[in-house]
């Protein structure tokens, strides 16, 4: 089991950008998908970014391509979401995620993909 905790959020203006973090526990960490979700007031959990367990492969929903960079750092059990040029529409709290089971798309963008989450960091954009 991988216990994931994420930092970094907060309050940024339109423009600004802010570098999410997720700590994650274990030494599993190098061998599993990691993605990030968000949640906006009244909608549903959707996907934002994720990325493979070897090569590394990045992908990203459509509404942040290009202005999000999604990272890890197995040496320090790290994942990250670099988020720049941000918009009021991204405000939402912000979930890092992994998928510990075998299986499934060798992309997963749903969250029933994935089977551990964290709790939650809040970003708030503003003008």
């Known amino acids: 089991q991988v216990q994931l905790v994420e930092s970094g959020g907060g309050l940024v203006q339109i423009g600004g950008s802010l570098r999410l973090s997720c700590a994650a526990s274990g030494r599993t960490f190098s061998s599993r998908i990691m993605g990030w979700f968000r949640q906006a007031p009244g909608k549903e959990r959707a996907f934002v970014a994720g990325i493979s367990r070897i090569s590394g492969f990045t992908y990203y929903a459509d509404s942040v391509k290009g202005r999000f960079t999604i990272s890890r750092d197995n040496a320090k059990n790290t994942l990250y979401l670099q988020m720049n040029s941000l918009k009021p529409e991204d405000t939402a709290v912000y979930f890092c995620?992994?998928?510990?089971?075998?299986?499934?798309?060798?992309?997963?963008?749903?969250?029933?993909?994935?089977?551990?989450w964290g709790q939650g960091t809040q970003v708030t954009v503003s003008s």
């Open positions: 995620a992994a998928r510990t089971f075998d299986g499934g798309s060798t992309y997963p963008a749903v969250d029933y993909e994935y089977d551990q």
